[in-house]
């Protein structure tokens, strides 16, 4: 196992020991006292609403060996000798972000594994899920737990570093230079960009610029490797333009790629295909259903192809994933009803995806409960106005709604056909749940979606406590 001592620690953020042991081993990291263990190594982060450096005498209390805090941190004598006698230590740093990425990036050079970087603007983590499966029948693998892919989160990951053959790290943005900083730290051995979309669209401005952003995760790769879901219609344009210069490996079901899947059969818990492996025509099943989960699994097959995982191994990887909960989960209700309960997040591409699933069901009554999408600043309105759209267009029986723009999601759906009535604009969570609770009636099928701020999940939780008792 690779060790940082608290020496390494002060040596890579050229920060201060106050008392401790310069020998000791920092192994496990933490930022949150609530969850904190004994022996870990407590990280005071400083945020715009909140600040950790208040709670390092409770870290210690609760088993932490060691702190990383603030160099403005005023810590009296007596503290010092207490922590002294404790046997633990204190260090001080100018800023513990840059500091724990510091300390991360210092981690990551002591391995010589591959690590896959990822990011997209939608079905990061689903794509992450399916790939580690699939690796996990060749390696011990290490993978970003649920979304903890910014630039707190993902420097985490890499400190879980242990006997690790391989590493999966998903990487989130807001802005430019995000995934930069990020790719300089992780330094991949392969990226990869599962698609280019709308979200953050309002702090970037364009979709262009949100692949510029997505492309800076080749930064930080000494030999640049990356795999593209070839039917996104920028990351095609790109590939066209950029594949005599850099190796890229493309998945798709629309254009000709070097992963494809054909014969896709859609079912009510699942999906299924076929696919060229080795020249082999090999049935992949999904337990998850929807089109766009094909495209997770592609993605996963090719991962699997770069690193020689056997084509039967692969699809064994793939059945068995277990999804980040939230993300087209199928909810059956007692009284016959089912929820699909996608709220973990929303975009107007996943959004248009799950309208398009549950369009596809047959017999059933269907009702959407769409909430905001987020980040979409001057495009807001316009891209409300599509799900409004997509809602008609797929055939839905009931819109329910609720959010400061959803209120384009209603008015678009009633302008292409849907009858008013069947219609309802809710001013709040709680209200959405009642109406659901009033008009809902067995063998429904409720799609509920919207971006995690708008905690459309508690809805589902209340509904399924309600029903399940």
Excluded at 140 to 153: A, F, M, P, S
Excluded at 231 to 257: A, R, V
Excluded at 419 to 435: D, L, P, T
Aim: net charge negative; proline share 1%.
């Amino acid at each position: 196992m690779n060790q940082i001592t608290v020496k390494n620690i002060i040596d890579v953020t050229k920060g201060t020991l106050v008392v401790g042991n310069e020998n000791m081993v920092c192994e496990e990291y933490s930022k949150d006292t609530r969850t904190i263990k004994k022996g870990d190594t407590y990280l005071a982060i400083r945020g715009a609403s909140f600040d950790g450096n208040k709670f390092w005498k409770e870290a210690m209390e609760k088993g932490a060996q060691a702190v990383i805090i603030n160099d403005d941190v005023e810590i009296s004598e007596e503290e010092i000798k207490e922590v002294e006698k404790q046997g633990n230590a204190i260090i001080k740093v100018k800023d513990t972000i840059e500091a724990l990425q510091q300390i991360a990036a210092f981690k990551r050079s002591l391995y010589n594994i591959p690590i896959i970087a990822i990011t997209g603007s939608v079905g990061k983590t689903s794509t992450k899920d399916l790939i580690a499966s699939v690796l996990e029948k060749k390696y011990k693998v290490l993978k970003t737990e649920g979304n903890n892919n910014n630039d707190i989160g993902m420097p985490l990951t890499l400190l879980r570093l242990k006997d690790h053959e391989i590493a999966i790290i998903e990487m989130g943005m807001n802005h430019f230079g995000e995934i930069s900083r990020l790719s300089k730290i992780a330094k991949p051995t392969t990226a990869i960009i599962t698609n280019v979309g709308s979200s953050h669209i309002g702090n970037l401005g364009s979709r262009e610029n949100i692949l510029k952003a997505k492309l800076e995760i080749l930064d930080g790769m000494e030999t640049k490797r990356i795999v593209i879901n070839n039917d996104n219609d920028l990351l095609h344009k790109w590939f066209e333009e950029n594949n005599q210069k850099i190796e890229i490996n493309t998945y798709g079901i629309e254009n000709k790629s070097d992963i494809e899947a054909t014969n896709i059969n859609e079912m009510e818990q699942k999906t299924e295909f076929l696919c060229n492996i080795e020249n082999n025509q090999t049935k992949i099943e999904v337990p998850v259903p929807g089109r766009h989960f094909v495209y997770n699994a592609l993605c996963a097959i090719t991962i699997g192809k770069l690193y020689n995982v056997e084509p039967e191994k692969m699809k064994e990887g793939i059945s068995q994933t277990e999804l980040t909960k939230k993300r087209m989960e199928i909810i059956k209700l007692k009284n016959g009803a089912t929820i699909i309960n996608d709220s973990y997040n929303s975009s107007y591409e996943s959004t248009k995806a799950a309208l398009e699933y549950i369009g596809n069901r047959d017999g059933k009554r269907k009702i959407a409960v769409l909430g905001d999408m987020l980040e979409l600043g001057d495009f807001s309105d316009e891209y409300h106005k599509k799900v409004g759209l997509e809602v008609a267009k797929n055939k839905i029986d009931i819109l329910i709604c609720s959010g400061k723009v959803s209120k384009n999601i209603a008015e678009e759906a009633e302008k292409q056909g849907i009858e008013k009535s069947k219609i309802f604009y809710e001013e709040n969570n709680e209200a959405v749940k009642s109406r659901l609770l009033q008009i809902m009636s067995s063998d429904d099928e409720i799609l509920v979606k919207a971006s995690q701020g708008m905690k459309f999940f508690m809805i589902v939780e209340d509904i399924v406590n309600e029903y399940n008792k």
